[in-house]
């Protein structure tokens, strides 16, 4: 089936300007994550959606960092003002977790490299 | 999340069998053992995992100690696709929002 996909690929923006990024989870996760890995690091975790709940965003590094999911899918993870420290691969993962006896076994997509200039 | 242990690289031969190990004595009733890996400029990519049964997929095979103190991923028959860094993670599995946190790993290199 259809794994977790990830837009766009790549992305090259000025400092200062503002980014989106797009991840649209597996068909019927309820969890969906947000990490980002700079070069040669780990995952560094940004925010955590789980169904209708309130989201944890307590790995959001700044106010400039945001995501939404509209309607318990597709999910936008948007950087205002961007900096050059924000260059990074930003990697989107879902699971089933709180679904019926779904576990938290996270699923990757291929991420979005974003290279602030 | 308990922590882990692992060889910081490792060899392997095409078409024969990869056995990486993975240290954690620390490991709590409830958690299981997890292994991703990462392929260059790629996402991480799910395995398999387990919690005290040996395991088995069409990817690799996992093998527990009956401590649950270590446990083995196996690689039946390496490809060069295979070459990736593999990460052993402990962690519960059943509850949501319990992020992901990957270790050093170890850099495996499947040579012809």
């Known amino acids: 089936g259809a794994g977790v996909s990830q837009s766009p690929s790549n992305k090259v923006t000025e400092k200062g300007k503002d980014v989106e990024l797009r991840c649209d989870p597996i068909?019927?996760?309820?969890?969906l994550y947000w990490y980002r890995q700079s070069l040669g690091q780990g995952l560094e975790f940004l925010i955590y959606?789980?169904?209708?709940?309130?989201?944890?965003k307590s790995g959001l590094p700044s106010d400039r960092f945001s995501a939404e999911r509209t309607g318990g899918s597709v999910s936008t993870l948007t950087i205002q003002r961007t900096q050059q420290e924000d260059s990074a691969v930003y990697l989107c993962a879902s699971s089933l977790a709180g679904r019926g006896s779904g576990t938290d076994t996270q699923y990757f997509g291929p991420g979005t490299r974003l290279t602030v200039l | 999340d308990a922590k882990t242990t692992q060889p910081t690289s490792m060899d392997c031969a095409e078409g024969r069998a990869a056995n990486l190990p993975c240290n954690h004595s620390t490991i709590s009733g409830n958690e299981y053992v997890y292994w991703y890996r990462q392929i260059h400029s790629q996402g991480p990519q799910y395995i398999i995992h387990g919690l005290k049964n040996n395991e088995t997929n069409e990817m690799a095979s996992l093998i527990i100690t009956e401590d649950r103190k270590s446990s083995t991923l196996i690689l039946p028959h390496a490809t060069l696709r295979d070459t990736a860094v593999y990460y052993c993670i402990v962690r519960v599995s059943k509850a949501a929002g319990n992020k992901l946190t990957f270790g050093g790993g170890t850099r495996v290199l499947v040579k012809p």
């Open positions: 068909s019927g996760h309820t969890a």
């Open positions: 959606f789980q169904g209708n709940s309130a989201p944890d």
